[in-house]
């Protein structure tokens, strides 16, 4: 009897501590969020990615309420990228060709981060590693696993003082590094540290800007499956200026990779399969008198998965 | 006819024809699933007689390396670009006329009894090089019309992620939904 008593005393403390600990992850996953939106700060940052390295200056402001991600590059081509109102805009000093996105795939140059960080551990764990400094400052370093095999794991570090991410990495399913994004100077200009009760819909302009783009109704496809957790975020349909021709583009999300279906006319010699290059993988299929480009920085298995279940509308 | 093509088989089996017979044996193996199939027997045949050891592939199993090989990954490697070089309009028309008073004025030395009328020919001359100049400039801008498969995906590409912003590629014309030029 006191032996049952003693273990179910011992089982009581394992689950206690377990969840103190999802919790404490959770938080701080949160606060991140908040500061990333509701700072102001600048640095350095490195973008590593499928073999090319670049360096900018970041600038994140906040005007009440309203966010400003600006990128000025330091090497050529000299560049200046503005991400405001949920539009990004790149201005290419040499040229001065101005590219303009009104319907940006990812929501920051840093770190793409889902809304809820509860639902999405329906999907990844998270998982507190050993302190780590980045640009000479002490964090918290964040593992989420992926509990299926449709995203990748990924690392995030967080500044211990004003949880802003210093360091992100994402791994390929051998475990190699596909991307890296790292701050290698960072200054708070305003200094005040993340209210934690602060209200979470107050300060996202962008967001409800993106939500008017949601009528996936009016896609000429229907998507009839995907993997667990990824959500439409927006249907467009694109105008390609050397084509003359519409481009229909989906974006799946859940929270952390993203997916892009395009659908399109089918051109001649169109060849179907898959694709790979670096950290990309895409599928092309030929339905009826459309080809289908499923694409992602995800495992194959991912976009093959949404590729079949892709039928168009009669 | 039977017994030619038995000849036949049993010259293909010891390598005994030449280019045309086996063009013609090959086209006939592929209108006759049944041919193959019996020169697979007359090869087991010839194989037991002489002994060998046989090895008998089933009859899908070409197709089936087929399906393989199709459902391959197609890797994207970089590929370096290799930017022609187009000459404006005005230039080659500038180049033409500059050939053209370069002609006219070495007839007008050698024809100076003639001069009035070989300058009129050669402005003939002139404009018909400036017609000849203007047309393979018009089958170009066709031919750059039709963006390949790979074009598509890299537009695919730079439509889905930051590397546009991040890594600066300029020679690629984005899925921008709208572009504007000062």
Known sequence: MVYRVFLFFLLSITVTFVNATEVKVQQIMENMSQAMKTLDYQGTVAFFKNGRLDTMKYFHSCNSGKEQERLLSLNSPMREVIREAGKVRCVFKKTNETVVNDHPVSESFIIDLPDDFLAIQSVYSFKTLDEESVAMLPTYVISIEPKDQYRYERKVWIDKVYFLPLKSEVYDLEGKTVEQVVFTDIQVINNHKVDKNKAKGKDIALLNHQAELLAIENAGIILGAYPSNYKIVFFDQMNRDDLDKVVEHVLLSDGFSSVSVYVEAKVKDTEEGIQILGSVKSITKIIGDFQVTVLGEVPVKTVQFIVQGIKLKK | ?182
Not at chain 2, 106 to 112: A, D, G, H
Request: net charge negative; hydrophobic share 40%; with cysteine.
């Open chain 2, 1 to 182: 006819m039977k017994k030619d093509i038995n000849q036949t088989i049993s010259q293909f089996l010891d390598d005994e024809l030449d280019h045309a017979e086996l063009d013609v044996l090959l086209s006939a193996i592929k209108n006759e699933p049944e041919l193959k199939q019996q020169i697979n027997r007359y090869q087991v045949m010839t194989q037991v007689l002489t002994d060998e050891r046989s090895l008998q592939a089933s009859p899908d199993f070409l197709d089936k390396i087929n399906q393989q090989i199709k459902q391959e990954p197609h890797y994207l490697l970089p590929k370096k670009v290799v930017k022609k070089r187009v000459v404006p309009l005005w230039q080659k028309a500038s180049f033409a006329v500059a050939a053209s008073v370069a002609c006219v004025a070495v007839i007008m030395s050698q024809q100076s009894d003639f001069q009035l009328a070989n300058q009129f020919q050669q402005v003939q001359v002139a404009a018909v090089d400036t017609k000849v100049i203007e047309n393979p400039i018009q089958e170009t801008e066709k031919e750059v019309i039709q963006p390949s498969q790979h074009e598509r995906f890299k537009a695919y590409l730079q439509a889905h992620n930051d590397d546009l912003y991040t890594h600066g590629s300029l020679n690629v014309h984005p899925l921008a939904r709208t572009a504007s030029y000062r």
